[in-house]
């Protein structure tokens, strides 16, 4: 703390601000909330995208769809992006769950999981859980 000249002081405190379900956040540089939530943050477009994944998971193994390419003409969407959705199927039973119980960390973002992760839970846990 320091004097700002007045009979008052100024106090720096590090922390961010981040966007969670059209709701600002403050997140402490730990990557921990500085206001504990009295209810959990769901995010809908992760868990839509993670059902999503599981659903197409179960049409390819099924046979509903042949390959990634037939899936993605049926869905009308490119295959690139179907693939992309598709490794969410592998997620660690314990990001999936965070996420539906809305007890993730705050700095992570449906774009994070859309990107490339490890198969290996313990990383992919390190991997989603850990601020880069």
Do not use: C
């Not at 059209?22 to 059902?51: C, F, H, T, W, Y």
């Not at 998971?57 to 390419?69: A, E, F, K, P, V």
């Not at 990107?115 to 990383?123: A, I, M, N, S, T």
């Amino acid at each position: 703390m320091m004097s700002d000249g007045t009979d008052g002081f100024i106090t720096d405190i590090p922390m961010s601000f981040k966007k969670r379900s059209g709701k600002a956040i403050i997140v402490l540089p730990n990557g921990e909330r500085a206001i504990a939530r009295r209810e959990a943050i769901i995010d809908n477009s992760m868990i839509k995208v993670i059902a999503r994944a599981y659903r197409w998971q179960r049409m390819l193994l099924d046979g509903t769809h042949s390959s990634i390419d037939d899936l993605s003409r049926a869905e009308k969407i490119t295959a690139s992006y179907v693939s992309r959705v598709l490794r969410l199927a592998y997620l660690s039973p314990t990001i999936v769950e965070a996420i539906l119980d809305g007890k993730y960390p705050a700095h992570l973002r449906l774009k994070d999981l859309m990107e490339p992760f490890p198969l290996d839970w313990d990383r992919q846990v390190a991997h989603f859980f850990v601020e880069k």
